[in-house]
Nanobody, 125 residues
Framework: QVHLVESGGGLVQSGGSLRLSCVIS????????AGWFRQAPGKQRELVGG???????NYVDSVKGRFTISRDNAKNTVYLQMDRVEPADTAVYYC???????????????????WGQGTQVTVSS
């Protein structure tokens, strides 16, 4: 069974940086696409961005130019580098993986096969 664990969340000041990690175990990570989503209190889970097995990425407009998703297949890990964070970025961040492996399907949370437990990111103003 595939298992995902996120880490790296915490409290950061507006304009600062954080790097989230998501370690995948129990599967062949190299064949999966991965995505980062976030959920703020009282709001629905929303896409941050996704990455296919070959490293192609897409992002929601609100984070383009500030956030970067990458992956290290040798370490079974996907990363979310968050730069120039804003208070609106405050949320629980989740990573997920899916066998459907294209930039269209990574946008839909219903396409994911497994999720991590989430990590809290809080941005102070």
């Amino acid at each position: 069974q595939v298992h995902l664990v996120e880490s790296g969340g915490g409290l950061v000041q507006s304009g600062g940086s954080l790097r989230l990690s998501c370690v995948i175990s129990g599967g062949v990570f190299g064949i999966y696409a991965a995505g980062w989503f976030r959920q703020a209190p009282g709001k629905q889970r929303e896409l941050v961005g996704g990455i296919t097995s070959d490293g192609s990425t897409n992002y929601v407009d609100s984070v383009k130019g500030r956030f970067t998703i990458s992956r290290d297949n040798a370490k079974n890990t996907v990363y979310l580098q968050m730069d120039r964070v804003e208070p609106a970025d405050t949320a629980v961040y989740y990573c997920g993986i899916q066998e459907e492996n294209n930039l269209r399907t990574v946008r839909d949370p219903n396409n994911y096969d497994a999720w991590g437990q989430g990590t809290q990111v809080t941005v102070s103003s």
